[in-house]
């Protein structure tokens, strides 16, 4: 079964940087598709940043620029690096994985419906 577990969340003030973190356990493939996903209190979940089963990443326009998300496969870690943080970017922050996907297979990346596997989240909270 597979276990994701978020952390690295806090409050900062605009301009200010995080660093979030999501340890995988559980996997049954090195090439799962991972991504994060953040969800403001009273708006629907939007996808962050992905990566493919190529580790091809996508980004949401929101945060292109400000945001990079990467990984480490020995530590199964995945990080998501904010900088620039700016009030709207205040939500909870959650991973998700799913099963590999091929190289051309026709799926969005930042669409929350295409993964089965959630953490719990971490909150983000950015001040002006």
């Known amino acids: 079964q597979v276990h994701l577990v978020e952390s690295g969340g806090g409050s900062v003030q605009a301009g200010g940087s995080l660093r979030l973190s999501c340890v995988v356990s559980?996997?049954?493939?090195?090439?799962?598709?991972v991504g994060w996903f953040r969800q403001a209190l009273g708006k629907e979940r939007e996808g962050v940043a992905s990566?493919?089963?190529?580790?091809?990443?996508s980004y949401a326009p929101s945060v292109k620029g400000r945001f990079t998300i990467s990984k480490d496969n020995a530590k199964n870690t995945l990080y998501l690096q904010m900088s620039s943080l700016q009030p709207e970017d205040t939500a909870m922050y959650y991973c998700?994985?799913?099963?590999?996907?091929?190289?051309?297979?026709?799926?969005?990346?930042?669409?929350?419906?295409?993964?089965?596997?959630w953490g719990r989240g971490t909150q983000v909270t950015v001040s002006s």
């Open positions: 998700a994985s799913d099963r590999p996907r091929p190289w051309s297979a026709n799926w969005d990346p930042l669409r929350g419906d295409e993964y089965n596997n």
């Open positions: 559980g996997y049954t493939y090195s090439n799962y598709v």
């Open positions: 990566f493919d089963s190529y580790s091809r990443t």
